[in-house]
């Protein structure tokens, strides 16, 4: 595709309701990564994918969170009995390599009521 | 550890003006460095980037930033501010760890004003 996309763009919950987020990369990039940005913070790095395999998953906030990719191309990233405290834009980029230029989604902004 | 610090998290400017956005960093290998640009409501973009090549690095919209190993920064510089260049910018290092994994840390972000 032209360009990295999320769906859904916004997403409304209530608390304790599980949610899905996707993204799909820029065709042929290897190396996928998920952002989190809360208001008024910069942007927390969550996990990053090189082909469909994460290292590190330590910058999960807790393990409600998992994130998976499959077929070294589409992400989702899973969150568990949503919290209030997970509101946040949700970002997913891209990189034809790892370490490289990253290419960002338009984001997800999750509101969990 | 790793880390990114963005001394300002404001910065205003006359249009005209030079720009000048400071970010020095810490990492205990040679990092990879960035500097993203977001428009308000608009996704991240790339401005430059610093993998040892060249230690000045040329940017879009004419932006450039100077990796200075010695003092540990990466400052933004534009020599003249343009309206359109008000926006949040993130600095970002990419250290490599001795697992072989890579972090991804941005900046708190500085949020450029540019006054008519």
């Known amino acids: 595709g032209a360009g990295v996309s999320q769906s859904p763009s916004n997403k409304v919950t209530e608390k304790g309701k599980d949610v899905e987020l996707r993204c799909d990369p820029i065709s042929g990039h290897t190396a996928l990564y998920w952002y989190r940005q809360s208001l008024g913070q910069g942007l927390e790095f969550l996990i990053y994918f090189q082909g469909n395999s994460a290292p590190d998953k330590s910058g999960l906030p807790s393990d409600r969170f998992s994130a998976e990719r499959t077929g070294g191309s589409v992400s989702t990233l899973t969150i568990q009995r949503t919290q209030q405290e997970d509101s946040a834009v949700y970002l997913c980029?891209?990189?034809?390599?790892?370490?490289?230029?990253?290419?960002f989604g338009p984001g997800t902004r999750l509101l969990v009521l | 550890a790793q880390s990114v610090t963005q001394l300002d998290s404001h910065v205003s400017v006359s249009e005209g003006t030079p720009v000048l956005l400071r970010c020095n960093y810490s990492?205990?290998?040679?990092?990879?460095l960035f500097w993203y640009v977001q428009h308000p409501n608009k996704g991240l973009q790339l401005l430059l980037k610093?993998?040892?090549?060249?230690?000045l690095v040329k940017g879009i919209n004419g932006f450039e930033a100077e990796f200075k190993k010695s003092e540990t920064s990466f400052h933004l510089t534009k020599p003249s501010a343009h309206m359109s260049d008000a926006a949040e910018y993130f600095c970002?290092?990419?250290?490599?760890?001795?697992?072989?994994?890579?972090?991804?840390?941005f900046g708190t972000g500085t949020r450029l004003k540019v006054l008519a």
């Open positions: 970002v290092v990419t250290p490599r760890l001795t697992s072989g994994t890579y972090k991804y840390i």
């Open positions: 610093y993998t040892s090549a060249a230690t």
């Open positions: 990492s205990s290998y040679s990092p990879s």
């Open positions: 980029a891209s990189s034809l390599v790892l370490a490289e230029t990253q290419y």
